[in-house]
């Protein structure tokens, strides 16, 4: 199978599928103008009534012009059901659409038509046997065949000039519209100056010759006909106006004279058609009709390109009377805008003939509220208003547009003049700061001279560090965009003032702890200055070059005062043993300053610093004690610890955090009885020299110990042994269960971690809670609930003296 159509075609084909394309204008043509139209079907018989269900794919149609008759243009369209065919061959040659439409009628049914521009070929072939072929719609036709929508066919619409013919205007009008029960088509832009040899012709598909339901076909309100071949009642019936040919199955290519039914001075027309039952659809309308009036067209010729800043335009211009039939009188009116805006105005100065011309060059001023890039538009017969006063053929192509930039002066602050105080050595100028806030995108460059601004010649290298060569002195600044540029100037002068003198001092050396805060004293002073130092002076601190802390004067420091600044440093431990620490006055910690002072070189101070260290701490033993209640018991921190310190000197402090170790805060205070309060627990110890300090840290445990369990007793009430008190027992192991059994083996007391210790009174048996127990010996069993240690059991004596 061919390939039908290309993407391009496909793409377009579908977005009008389903919607057709309305009827509309596509050429006017203005002079002694008048058409044809040749086709034929490819329908073997009318559709419906037993015809055969088949579709020829190629016809031929005669075309028979008079020797005066010069084709000026012609169109070639076929069409048919089903989605189409857009490879077919006119002659042998082979023709593809420059447009395509479509219809859809239901879920199943669709149509298309096609046209392509032929005017080279057909005045080539001339009047001869024109052959349609490769409308191949077989495979598909079957489909529309049991309900009468079944066709194809194909039509030249061939537009010539005749000199015998009077000066008309000929509209050619295309599309694809439906007539389902009714549809309106106004045409437009119409010029009736006659109705004599007014007409108006067609080229519709599928109308069926025996369908004439309620078919009629009206023009401003009246219905025409063309009878026999085409009446009243049954507009489209397979007829050709131009052969008389009344077997044109399934498509009509008529016209009508409607003389009697357009007016002189009308503009456009209402085509009305209705059908009850017939499928018909409109591809192409043609109007002829009687016309003489001009067409005023315009062109932009050339624009001379404005200097810099220039708002004006000279620009020369020509206005035409092309595709005309009248002369386009003198004194018509020329508008010229800058988009919308109305910047100028010219009439014709001679009357144009038919196909004449006029040019003639204008000035014009461009406001100041239009953009320097903007269209430049001329506008034939437009009084400035977009109203003209000449009834012309097309009113729609009076107008033509140029795109125009003019050339932009750069915009930029005026410079400010620059003073510098004079101090010790050379007064340097940042010339860039005469232009604060100018726009980035400006190429600038400063100049000694004139001259050298104005030709761009010799700027001064660095204006960011310039010498002056005399005092005052005159800079000259270019600012160039990419259109211009613009030369301005300021000065530059060195002044008597008074100035301040910031100086700063170190101690040197300075001998800091690695990894330790470094401390030390600056100082800045203003001794030689003749203006107080403003508070806020920057300080910038360098360590071996990098930049490392910034800080600023707290206050104004007056001529010949100074002030000292306590100043602490983490430092970086990457830093060497020894390192040059540099103190800059005046620096924000970039090298700027901020500050013009009496002397800009000597705002520096350098000392060294030398990190200094204490030997490491040996590992310090952990200490171990006896549980006194509750996980604590008390320990002397210092008898292990202090004698593996002593050769270290300097200062030994104890302490229960590593933080508190480290700032030197909130040290133990009783060190030889320091109860813990966790288990275990970590003791920090800081040994501090003179310049450094380390820290070792041990571990205080307390464990359970076996209880002492004494003898005897002696309850007396003379505070002596009055209790069987067991030694390391309460609160230490507080599940334990002490039983105290008599001599017989009967249980007398219970005692628990809540009971405390037995003060000799009985809580079990007979005698319980009464009084003390008779002197004597006494059995105990001791149950600790410890995992760690065994039942204790024993004896002892309670005696009463």
Same mark, same amino acid.
């Given at each position: 199978?061919?390939?039908?159509?290309?993407?391009?075609?496909?793409?377009?084909?579908?977005?009008?599928?389903?919607?057709?394309?309305?009827?509309?204008?596509?050429?006017?043509?203005?002079?002694?103008?008048?058409?044809?139209?040749?086709?034929?079907?490819?329908?073997?018989?009318?559709?419906?009534?037993?015809?055969?269900?088949?579709?020829?794919?190629?016809?031929?149609?005669?075309?028979?012009?008079?020797?005066?008759?010069?084709?000026?243009?012609?169109?070639?369209?076929?069409?048919?059901?089903?989605?189409?065919?857009?490879?077919?061959?006119?002659?042998?040659?082979?023709?593809?659409?420059?447009?395509?439409?479509?219809?859809?009628?239901?879920?199943?049914?669709?149509?298309?038509?096609?046209?392509?521009?032929?005017?080279?070929?057909?005045?080539?072939? @001339? #009047? *001869?046997?024109?052959?349609?072929?490769?409308? +191949?719609?077989?495979? $598909?036709? /079957?489909?529309?065949? %049991?309900?009468? &929508?079944?066709?194809?066919?194909?039509?030249?619409?061939?537009?010539?000039?005749?000199?015998?013919?009077?000066?008309?205007?000929?509209?050619?009008?295309?599309?694809?519209?439906?007539?389902?029960?009714?549809?309106?088509?106004?045409?437009?832009?119409?010029?009736?100056?006659?109705?004599?040899?007014?007409?108006?012709?067609?080229?519709?598909?599928?109308?069926?010759?025996?369908?004439?339901?309620?078919?009629?076909?009206?023009?401003?309100?009246?219905?025409?006909?063309?009878?026999?071949?085409?009446?009243?009642?049954?507009?489209?019936?397979?007829?050709?106006?131009?052969? @008389? #040919? *009344?077997?044109?199955?399934?498509?009509?290519? +008529?016209?009508?004279? $409607?003389? /009697?039914?357009?007016? %002189?001075?009308? &503009?456009?027309?209402?085509?009305?058609?209705?059908?009850?039952?017939?499928?018909?659809?409109?591809?192409?309308?043609?109007?002829?009709?009687?016309?003489?009036?001009?067409?005023?067209?315009?062109?932009?010729?050339?624009?001379?390109?404005?200097?810099?800043?220039?708002?004006?335009?000279?620009?020369?211009?020509?206005?035409?009377?092309?595709?005309?039939?009248?002369?386009?009188?003198?004194?018509?009116?020329?508008?010229?805008?800058?988009?919308?805006?109305?910047?100028?105005?010219?009439?014709?100065?001679?009357?144009?003939?038919?196909?004449?011309?006029?040019?003639?060059?204008?000035?014009?001023?461009?406001?100041?509220?239009?953009?320097?890039?903007?269209?430049?538009?001329?506008?034939?017969?437009?009084?400035?208003?977009?109203?003209?006063?000449?009834?012309?053929?097309?009113?729609?192509?009076?107008?033509?547009?140029?795109?125009?930039?003019?050339?932009?002066?750069?915009?930029?602050?005026?410079?400010?003049?620059?003073?510098?105080?004079?101090?010790?050595?050379?007064?340097?100028?940042?010339?860039?700061?005469?232009?604060?806030?100018?726009?980035?995108?400006?190429?600038?460059?400063?100049?000694?001279?004139?001259?050298?601004?104005?030709?761009?010649?010799?700027?001064?290298?660095?204006?960011?560090?310039?010498?002056?060569?005399?005092?005052?002195?005159?800079?000259?600044?270019?600012?160039?965009?990419?259109?211009?540029?613009?030369?301005?100037?300021?000065?530059?002068?060195?002044?008597?003032?008074?100035?301040?003198?910031?100086?700063?001092?170190?101690?040197?050396?300075?001998?800091?702890?690695?990894?330790?805060?470094?401390?030390?004293?600056?100082?800045?002073?203003?001794?030689?200055?003749?203006?107080?130092?403003?508070?806020?002076?920057?300080?910038?601190?360098?360590?071996?070059?990098?930049?490392?802390?910034?800080?600023?004067?707290?206050?104004?420091?007056?001529?010949?005062?100074?002030?000292?600044?306590?100043?602490?440093?983490?430092?970086?431990?990457?830093?060497?043993?020894?390192?040059?620490?540099?103190?800059?006055?005046?620096?924000?910690?970039?090298?700027?300053?901020?500050?013009?002072?009496?002397?800009?070189?000597?705002?520096?101070?350098?000392?060294?610093?030398?990190?200094?260290?204490?030997?490491?701490?040996?590992?310090?033993?952990?200490?171990?004690?006896?549980?006194?209640?509750?996980?604590?018991?008390?320990?002397?921190?210092?008898?292990?610890?202090?004698?593996?310190?002593?050769?270290?000197?300097?200062?030994?402090?104890?302490?229960?955090?590593?933080?508190?170790?480290?700032?030197?805060?909130?040290?133990?205070?009783?060190?030889?009885?320091?109860?813990?309060?966790?288990?275990?627990?970590?003791?920090?110890?800081?040994?501090?020299?003179?310049?450094?300090?380390?820290?070792?840290?041990?571990?205080?445990?307390?464990?359970?110990?076996?209880?002492?369990?004494?003898?005897?007793?002696?309850?007396?009430?003379?505070?002596?042994?009055?209790?069987?008190?067991?030694?390391?027992?309460?609160?230490?192991?507080?599940?334990?269960?002490?039983?105290?059994?008599?001599?017989?083996?009967?249980?007398?007391?219970?005692?628990?971690?809540?009971?405390?210790?037995?003060?000799?009174?009985?809580?079990?048996?007979?005698?319980?809670?009464?009084?003390?127990?008779?002197?004597?010996?006494?059995?105990?069993?001791?149950?600790?609930?410890?995992?760690?240690?065994?039942?204790?059991?024993?004896?002892?004596?309670?005696?009463?003296?």
């Amino acid at each position: 199978m061919k390939l039908k159509f290309t993407l391009g075609l496909f793409l377009l084909f579908w977005y009008c599928l389903g919607f057709g394309q309305e009827v509309s204008l596509l050429n006017q043509f203005n002079g002694r103008f008048d058409y044809t139209a040749i086709g034929n079907t490819l329908n073997t018989a009318e559709n419906g009534g037993g015809a055969p269900c088949e579709i020829l794919t190629s016809s031929s149609a005669d075309l028979l012009l008079e020797p005066d008759q010069v084709v000026i243009n012609a169109l070639l369209y076929w069409a048919g059901s089903g989605s189409g065919d857009f490879d077919v061959e006119l002659n042998g040659i082979e023709i593809r659409p420059d447009r395509t439409f479509a219809l859809e009628l239901d879920d199943v049914r669709s149509f298309f038509a096609a046209v392509t521009d032929i005017t080279e070929l057909v005045q080539t072939i @001339g #009047s *001869d046997t024109y052959t349609l072929s490769e409308l +191949d719609l077989s495979e $598909i036709i /079957d489909t529309y065949c %049991p309900t009468g &929508t079944n066709f194809a066919g194909w039509s030249i619409v061939i537009v010539y000039e005749d000199p015998d013919l009077p000066l008309n205007q000929l509209n050619v009008y295309e599309g694809l519209e439906r007539v389902p029960e009714t549809i309106s088509i106004e045409l437009e832009s119409l010029n009736v100056l006659d109705d004599e040899g007014a007409k108006i012709g067609f080229l519709a598909w599928e109308g069926d010759a025996a369908l004439s339901v309620t078919e009629t076909l009206t023009i401003n309100g009246d219905v025409i006909s063309n009878p026999p071949l085409n009446p009243a009642d049954n507009a489209f019936n397979s007829t050709n106006s131009f052969t @008389g #040919s *009344d077997v044109l199955y399934n498509m009509d290519i +008529d016209f009508y004279s $409607i003389e /009697d039914n357009i007016e %002189p001075g009308d &503009t456009s027309a209402v085509i009305q058609l209705t059908s009850g039952q017939d499928f018909v659809m409109i591809n192409n309308i043609v109007t002829v009709l009687n016309s003489q009036l001009p067409d005023a067209t315009a062109t932009i010729d050339s624009v001379v390109d404005p200097a810099c800043g220039v708002r004006q335009l000279e620009v020369d211009f020509t206005i035409y009377n092309l595709n005309s039939t009248d002369v386009l009188p003198a004194g018509t009116p020329i508008a010229f805008y800058a988009d919308a805006v109305l910047i100028g105005s010219a009439v014709t100065l001679t009357e144009l003939p038919i196909e004449g011309q006029e040019s003639q060059s204008i000035v014009l001023n461009i406001p100041e509220a239009v953009p320097n890039e903007f269209n430049l538009r001329i506008v034939a017969d437009d009084t400035g208003s977009g109203v003209g006063i000449v009834s012309e053929l097309n009113e729609l192509n009076n107008e033509a547009e140029l795109p125009i930039r003019l050339l932009k002066v750069p915009e930029f602050p005026t410079p400010q003049n620059l003073e510098r105080c004079d101090a010790v050595g050379d007064e340097r100028f940042d010339l860039n700061t005469a232009l604060p806030g100018i726009d980035d995108t400006l190429v600038v460059t400063f100049h000694e001279s004139e001259a050298d601004a104005n030709t761009g010649e010799n700027p001064i290298a660095d204006p960011s560090d310039y010498l002056p060569i005399s005092n005052p002195q005159t800079i000259y600044v270019r600012v160039a965009n990419s259109d211009c540029f613009s030369v301005d100037f300021f000065e530059i002068e060195v002044i008597m003032c008074p100035l301040p003198d910031a100086t700063v001092e170190l101690p040197d050396p300075i001998i800091a702890c690695r990894g330790r805060v470094l401390t030390f004293e600056l100082s800045v002073a203003n001794t030689d200055g003749t203006a107080p130092l403003a508070a806020g002076t920057p300080i910038a601190l360098y360590a071996d070059g990098s930049f490392i802390l910034g800080l600023d004067t707290p206050a104004e420091i007056p001529v010949g005062g100074f002030i000292d600044l306590d100043v602490s440093l983490i430092l970086d431990p990457e830093l060497p043993d020894s390192f040059s620490l540099l103190a800059v006055v005046d620096d924000l910690g970039d090298g700027n300053s901020i500050i013009e002072e009496l002397d800009e070189t000597n705002n520096t101070f350098k000392a060294n610093v030398n990190f200094q260290s204490i030997p490491q701490l040996p590992e310090l033993p952990d200490q171990l004690a006896c549980d006194e209640g509750f996980d604590s018991a008390e320990f002397d921190l210092t008898q292990e610890v202090e004698p593996l310190l002593q050769e270290f000197g300097g200062t030994i402090r104890y302490y229960t955090s590593a933080s508190d170790a480290l700032i030197g805060i909130s040290p133990i205070v009783n060190t030889q009885r320091f109860n813990n309060t966790q288990n275990p627990q970590e003791i920090f110890v800081r040994v501090d020299n003179e310049i450094c300090f380390d820290i070792a840290s041990f571990t205080v445990r307390v464990e359970n110990c076996p209880p002492l369990i004494p003898q005897g007793f002696s309850p007396n009430a003379d505070g002596i042994n009055d209790t069987f008190e067991i030694q390391g027992l309460l609160d230490i192991f507080p599940d334990h269960r002490l039983e105290i059994y008599s001599r017989l083996g009967n249980l007398i007391f219970v005692g628990t971690n809540q009971t405390g210790h037995w003060n000799g009174v009985p809580n079990r048996g007979l005698a319980r809670g009464e009084k003390v127990v008779p002197p004597g010996v006494y059995y105990y069993v001791l149950f600790l609930a410890d995992e760690n240690f065994d039942t204790f059991s024993g004896w002892l004596y309670l005696n009463r003296d």
